[in-house]
């Protein structure tokens, strides 16, 4: 089976996502940003996630995970949680 590891933040508002999305895009780093606007406890490891397989997570974040490109960020993503900003850090 597929396992994935990821990183996520996760804010209330599409606008709060693009913001951070354009930040990252201009060289801030993630897991500072996580740390500082996340809403997901996850924000004390930068938003690290942990490794995780298909069905593991709501079918939005599966989507991404598992077919978008390693090592840069998605988003938004949205899900009934919010909004999220979601970085594969590996996948295999």
Known sequence: MVKA???HILVETEKECE???AQIKDG???????QKYSKCPSKANGGDLGEFGPGQ?????DKVVF??????PHGPVKT?????????TSRG
């Open 5 to 7: 590891k990821a990183r």
């Open 19 to 21: 913001d951070l999305m």
């Open 28 to 34: 801030a780093d993630f897991g500072e940003l996580a």
């Open 57 to 61: 997570m709501v079918p939005e974040f």
């Open 67 to 72: 077919n978008g490109e390693v090592g840069v």
């Open 80 to 88: 009934d949680f919010g909004y999220h900003i979601v970085e594969i």
